[in-house]
């Protein structure tokens, strides 16, 4: 059984430019969560997708967007890459009508910006 | 709004001591409380969960919480602590619809 794989495993970009990542969920999971984890910090909520669309928000700017494909699989993309932006960016997913089911998390995309 | 204290930011401990990495939330409705652990490159990896019911929750590593409703806090803790226990820790709590608030971590360092 497949858990949540996310790639690539680290990408390095400079700024301005933009960058999507990749995230499968695990078997059976409908619900995709993205999360910004920057170094010596929690993670943080970007937003959460279910049938395709955005269910659920963080405090993120609209330069973060994503996308959420039929068979459930996730991208994120970042326009306008700011230095800020270098981060571990962790996918989560889960059942969307199981709300007290733990997220599933991989093993994230680390991204530095240059 | 949600969110969560931890109050430790590391926790140095010999190896077969007791540990406690504590942990206190602010919510307006009931939650669900998570203790995640991570280890150097990788993602987060649930340790144990509340969800109703008995207020001490366990793990199957030896790791136990429990909730405190008065005191609005989750601690994590653990009897006696292995090499192999060092790693970060996060607590989180989410209401309805699986978004995670997560603390800022707790690093856990066992010395042998």
């Known amino acids: 059984d497949a858990g949540v794989t996310q790639s690539p495993t680290h990408l390095i970009k400079t700024r301005g430019q933009q960058v999507t990542l990749r995230c499968s969920p695990k078997?059976?999971?409908?619900?995709v969560s993205w999360y910004q984890q920057a170094l010596g910090q929690g993670p943080q909520f970007i937003f959460q997708?279910?049938?395709?669309?955005?269910?659920q928000r963080g405090n993120f700017p609209d330069r973060f967007s994503g996308h959420q494909f039929p068979n459930y699989s996730s991208e994120l993309n970042v326009n306008a890459l700011l230095l800020g932006d270098s981060a571990l960016y962790l996918c989560?997913?889960?059942?969307?009508?199981?709300?007290?089911?733990?997220?599933?998390f991989g093993d994230g995309t680390r991204l530095s910006i240059l | 709004a949600q969110s969560v204290t931890q109050l430790d930011s590391q926790v140095p401990v010999f190896e077969e001591a007791p540990v406690e990495l504590r942990c206190n939330y602010s919510?307006?409705?009931?939650?669900?409380l998570f203790w995640y652990v991570q280890y150097p490159n990788q993602g987060l990896q649930l340790l144990l969960k509340?969800?109703?019911?008995?207020?001490l929750v366990e793990s199957i590593n030896g790791f136990e919480a429990e909730f405190n409703k008065s005191q609005t806090s989750f601690h994590l803790r653990k009897p006696s602590v292995h090499i192999s226990d060092t790693a970060e820790y996060f607590c989180?709590?989410?209401?309805?619809?699986?978004?995670?608030?997560f603390g800022a971590g707790t690093i856990l360092r066992v010395k042998s």
């Open positions: 989560a997913s889960s059942f969307w009508d199981r709300e007290n089911q733990p997220q599933h």
């Open positions: 078997s059976g999971h409908d619900t």
């Open positions: 997708y279910y049938e395709e669309e955005e269910r």
């Open positions: 919510s307006s409705v009931s939650v669900y």
């Open positions: 509340y969800l109703s019911g008995s207020t």
């Open positions: 989180a709590v989410s209401e309805y619809g699986n978004k995670l608030v």
